[in-house]
């Protein structure tokens, strides 16, 4: 079974703190892809990758910077956390070539206090 | 404008009713469709694609109307399951970008 798993289901930061969300599919995916999902807004791109050590800005980019070293693996970098980053946070994977389908994670839950 | 729009409902219906709602998207140059389903603090998940002859997958069926720029999804037979969010999702020429819309929630009572 397909599987995209996020490091915590749950966080609780303050204004200023650095935040790492990670990201790892056993699927061997090329494509990864950082999303934030808030009411009425839809899940908007943050991020995505389309290979190891590649990376494009999504439509919301700032405030936000991701790190992929491995192929397996995608990391969301918030800096300097603010309270308006306060979200659910999704990460996603796709096999290249096929637009459609996206493997999500679970999602975390990050409040920003 | 967003670039892709859904009523938010929530539509609530019996069991074993037929419930029908849109997505509206705005760029013309969008070239493929699909429907994915959101249970309450869970994932997005691929419910079907969309294709331009409409299609079924079983009691869900979806239609794309390229000239007024919407897609479809109507369920038949509801059962309690498929109460869910449903999110409309477009696909560019960008290969990389889809759009997400806000989505649809329905809700399936006994």
């Known amino acids: 079974d397909v599987k995209v798993t996020q490091s915590s289901r749950y966080l609780v930061k303050r204004t200023g703190e650095k935040v790492f969300l990670e990201c790892v599919q056993d699927m061997d995916h090329e494509n990864m892809f950082w999303y934030r999902q808030d009411p009425g807004l839809g899940l908007r791109l943050i991020y995505f990758s389309y290979d190891v050590k590649m990376k494009e800005k999504g439509d919301i980019p700032e405030g936000y910077s991701v790190s992929r070293e491995k192929k397996e693996r995608f990391s969301l970098i918030l800096e300097s956390a603010s309270t308006n980053q306060t979200s659910m946070y999704l990460c996603?994977?796709?096999?290249?070539?096929?637009?459609?389908?996206?493997?999500f994670g679970e999602g975390s839950r990050l409040t920003v206090l | 404008r967003k670039e892709v729009e859904q009523d938010p409902g929530p539509f609530n219906v019996p069991e074993g009713a037929t419930v029908a709602f849109n997505c509206t998207y705005s760029n013309s140059a969008s070239q493929s469709f699909f429907w994915y389903r959101q249970d309450c603090r869970k994932e997005p998940k691929l419910l079907m694609s969309v294709y331009s002859s409409g299609n079924e997958d079983g009691r869900f069926t979806a239609q794309l109307n390229r000239a007024s720029q919407y897609i479809s999804l109507l369920i038949r037979d509801s059962k309690l399951s498929d109460s869910a969010t449903y999110l409309c999702v477009v696909k560019g020429a960008n290969d990389y970008k889809l759009s997400f819309g806000a989505g649809t929630t329905v809700t399936v009572r006994a």
């Open positions: 996603a994977s796709r096999s290249q070539g096929y637009a459609g389908e996206l493997f």
